[in-house]
């Protein structure tokens, strides 16, 4: 609304009748509300319902959540997809027939966080598609005023530069996997030393070292008519000591 006024060369100034900022060309009213998004209606009722101007004559601009940064379009009517501004303005003019003129902002990640995101400042790259997109608007502003919607809409939506959405990249992972390796292998790579000891080793011991063992004889068994000695008298059990029991128990308790 500034850069348009500024464009025709005229001055928004406050006026507390309508509790916003006006400015008059002619025919031509610029209003920007001062209250809350969610009574900008009131300004708009007041200033129509006064000077007579039909819903069908209104062109109201605001920032649409549903389109990305870089995104401008025109259309008449329709739903309010939950904008409290325009909420409080159709119930004011009693219609939703009045002109929007609509530019993208993009929607934020959180869909509850949207109040909080269209108060934010955008980074660089969508601040400059915005900016691109009210410049492409208040290019076929001309055609708006004299009453060729249409031909606006038509030239304006064949011009948009929407701002990507950026993918998210996957992290890259800290670790890699070790392909698997025999026992043998892991346990030559903890002691290379090993290995080459082996290798120093003459083939003969190597072989010999594969050969199995020579069974050994089996002791004889005693003969059974020899006596045996007596058994031993059987040793006082003891009996486990209460403070190591206690202590044990004590570091195992819950604090």
Do not use: C
């Amino acid at each position: 609304m500034e850069r348009l006024a500024l464009a025709r060369g005229i001055a928004l100034k406050k006026d507390n009748h309508y509790q916003a900022l006006v400015a008059r060309e002619g025919a031509l009213w610029l209003v920007m509300p001062q209250t809350f998004m969610n009574a900008s209606g009131r300004a708009v009722q007041m200033l129509a319902g006064f000077f007579k101007i039909p819903a069908g004559e209104i062109l109201v601009v605001h920032d649409e959540l549903d389109f990305p940064a870089g995104t401008a379009r025109i259309k008449q009517g329709g739903g309010i997809a939950g904008h409290n501004g325009l909420k409080d303005i159709s119930q004011r003019l009693g219609s939703h027939d009045y002109w929007r003129l609509r530019l993208g902002v993009g929607r934020p990640a959180d869909k509850d966080s949207g109040a909080d995101y269209v108060l934010q400042k955008p980074p660089a790259e969508e601040r400059e598609a915005i900016e691109g997109a009210i410049a492409r608007a208040l290019e076929v502003m001309p055609q708006i005023l004299g009453g060729d919607l249409q031909g606006a809409m038509q030239k304006l939506h064949s011009q948009d530069k929407p701002v990507a959405a950026k993918a998210e990249q996957p992290k890259a992972e800290a670790t890699k996997l070790e392909p698997p390796r025999s026992e043998a292998k892991k346990a030559e790579a903890k002691n290379p030393e090993a290995k080459a000891t082996e290798a120093k080793r003459p083939e003969a011991q190597k072989a010999q070292a594969k050969k199995p063992e020579a069974s050994k004889p089996e002791p004889q068994k005693a003969d059974a008519k020899k006596p045996q000695p007596a058994p031993a008298a059987p040793k006082k059990e003891e009996k486990p000591g209460g403070l190591k029991g206690f202590f044990k128990g004590l570091t195992g308790s819950k604090k």
